[in-house]
């Protein structure tokens, strides 16, 4: 059968077993974690590609992403918890729903993570060259190298992003050579974004160019646009779910947690919370300073984002100051209300803080990549460690030449919807894997237990569904393009590679601290 090979829960958490960490973290801690982590490349980024998709209702759309991601971080929780071990989802979908299934959530994860990573590099080339290059050193590069082609949603006279090619080529090396972010560091840059996003909506909101009429009309393309068009709020929401994902880099913080039952929820939906009202506030002072009404087409339904319509319009003086058309969206507000030198100083804070975006990005796929090469479903040479640096430098190179090529040549909206599409189907399957860990595994200690699963589950599974169906069509046919290379692949060698498929199943020995076989019935086909 072809769903028959589930990996025994057993030997994957014989890795963790003895390994039990000390619970030190509260609420608050977890809370600011949560921000720390979700605040980043989507509010700075993505703010003008949902303007365009929505107006004033990119609004409402931070509200609906937000409900949806409430739902999926308490499943995420439980089974974060529960499976404290190396995969993600991945590793999840593999102990409970079987190989095949958890193959499709690994290879959807990989293309979820090298995207967002390309998506956050564009984003970071747009900060860059407006204030590093533009405003501090007068510099201003040759269209043909700070934007991709027109024919793939760039700018006229675009050709390539040297910019983000350069950021994604950059942060790869560092990561092949084993540099790695400090935690103080991190801090500091979390700080430095919260901070820049404080000044911002305190300047905006008290602007005297702040005008309540900016807001009319609130939902110029309604709420639901149509399943696979990409616009109204829900379209809109679909594409800033960007902007929340790293939440659940708290679920994985459980095992440290104190009173989990009760911190976890606290940590998690009050980082999600606070975000979402952050967010809405930046939303409302760009929006209701320089406007955020969306470009529309002659059938009176919003450009595209990141489409060649859009930029063609954008290349109109008409357009040149809207805030849809801004590659660096925040700080371009502050400069237009007269705030240039605070507008430079956020741009600087964007320069400085993506490029760790990246790194985590670009660290987590290259690890599912490794964990997948380490079950036999990949080429084990995929995984080879170098002798002198200690990292997987193979697929981190290949890695990171598809990240920067993705990133020279695609806007940042199409690229964030695109990782959408990969991180909404993982997100679906982690529900599913709680639901049906819960009926075949009861017994199974859990620090923390999803309230209300019978809500949650199926509400994260609907609520994942429907903003996939609300990405642009060109978004959602990718995943199912992926995942048929993807299970070409399965059938052609992953399968029959299988270390599960072949009997032996993984382990690590903690007494000598080393990784042996054990030998297992092997499932049979």
């Given at each position: 059968m072809i769903l028959d090979r589930v990996k025994p829960l057993d030997a994957i958490l014989a890795a963790?077993?003895?390994?039990?960490?000390?619970?030190?973290?509260?609420?608050?801690?977890?809370?600011?974690?949560?921000?720390?982590?979700?605040?980043?490349?989507?509010?700075?980024v993505l703010t003008a590609a949902g303007a365009q998709k929505a107006g004033p209702g990119l609004m409402l759309a931070f509200i609906i992403a937000g409900a949806v991601c409430v739902v999926a971080a308490l499943c995420y929780a439980e089974i974060a918890a529960m499976i404290p071990v190396a995969g993600s989802a991945y590793t999840y979908s593999y102990a409970t729903m079987g190989e095949l299934l958890a193959w499709t959530v690994g290879w959807a994860l990989i293309l979820e993570y090298a995207i967002a990573a390309s998506a956050v590099s564009v984003g970071w080339s747009g900060y860059f060259t407006g204030t590093i290059l533009n405003e501090f050193l007068g510099i201003h590069l040759p269209q043909w190298l700070s934007a991709g082609p027109l024919a793939l949603g760039g700018e006229p006279g675009g050709l390539i992003n040297l910019p983000a090619l350069v950021i994604a080529l950059l942060v790869t090396w560092l990561l092949m050579i084993g540099t790695s972010e400090s935690a103080k560091v991190n801090a500091v840059l979390v700080a430095i974004k919260v901070s820049a996003l404080t000044a911002f909506i305190g300047l905006t909101l008290t602007s005297a160019y702040f005008d309540p009429d900016q807001f009319n009309p609130f939902l110029p393309a309604g709420i639901f646009g149509g399943f696979g068009t990409g616009v109204g709020a829900v379209g809109a929401a679909a594409t800033i779910f960007f902007a929340y994902v790293g939440f659940d880099a708290v679920s994985t913080a459980a095992e440290e947690t104190k009173n989990p039952q009760r911190n976890v929820p606290i940590g998690l939906v009050g980082s999600l919370v606070f975000c979402t009202v952050f967010y809405i506030l930046v939303a409302a002072g760009a929006i209701g300073t320089i406007g955020g009404q969306p470009i529309m087409g002659p059938n009176g339904i919003p450009f595209p984002a990141g489409s060649e319509e859009l930029a063609r319009q954008c290349a109109l003086p008409a357009y040149s100051d809207a805030l849809v058309c801004s590659n660096e969206a925040l700080a371009h507000v502050l400069r237009q209300i007269g705030f240039s030198g605070?507008?430079?100083?956020?741009?600087?804070?964007?320069?400085?803080?993506?490029?760790?975006?990246?790194?985590?990005?670009?660290?987590?796929?290259?690890?599912?990549?490794?964990?997948?090469?380490?079950?036999?479903?990949?080429?084990?040479?995929?995984?080879?460690?170098?002798?002198?640096?200690?990292?997987?430098?193979?697929?981190?190179?290949?890695?990171?030449?598809?990240?920067?090529?993705?990133?020279?040549?695609?806007?940042?909206?199409q690229l964030a919807d695109i990782a959408n599409a990969g991180t909404l189907y993982a997100f679906l399957m982690v529900a599913l894997a709680v639901m049906l860990l819960r009926k075949s595994d009861?017994?199974?200690?859990?620090?923390?237990?999803?309230?209300?699963?019978?809500?949650?589950?199926?509400?994260?599974?609907?609520?994942?569904?429907?903003?996939?169906?609300?990405?642009?069509?060109?978004?959602?046919?990718?995943?199912?393009?992926?995942?048929?290379?993807?299970?070409?692949?399965?059938?052609?060698?992953?399968?029959?590679?299988?270390?599960?498929?072949?009997?032996?199943?993984?382990?690590?020995?903690?007494?000598?601290?080393?990784?042996?076989?054990?030998?297992?019935?092997?499932?049979?086909?």
């Open positions: 963790a077993e003895k390994k039990s960490l000390h619970r030190s973290l509260g609420a608050l801690q977890l809370m600011l974690f949560g921000i720390g982590c979700i605040i980043g490349t989507g509010i700075f605070i507008g430079n100083l956020l741009g600087v804070a964007a320069f400085l803080a993506l490029p760790s975006v990246i790194l985590v990005l670009l660290f987590a796929q290259t690890r599912i990549f490794f964990v997948m090469s380490r079950d036999g479903l990949l080429p084990e040479g995929l995984s080879k460690v170098h002798p002198k640096w200690k990292t997987p430098y193979v697929v981190t190179a290949i890695t990171g030449l598809i990240v920067a090529v993705g990133a020279a040549f695609f806007p940042v909206g009861p017994d199974r200690k859990r620090d923390f237990r999803t309230p209300m699963l019978w809500f949650v589950g199926p509400a994260t599974v609907a609520g994942c569904a429907f903003l996939f169906l609300n990405l642009p069509l060109e978004a959602m046919l990718v995943l199912p393009a992926w995942s048929a290379i993807g299970l070409v692949l399965y059938f052609g060698y992953s399968r029959r590679n299988s270390h599960l498929g072949r009997g032996v199943v993984e382990v690590v020995d903690d007494v000598a601290g080393e990784e042996t076989m054990i030998p297992i019935h092997p499932p049979k086909d």
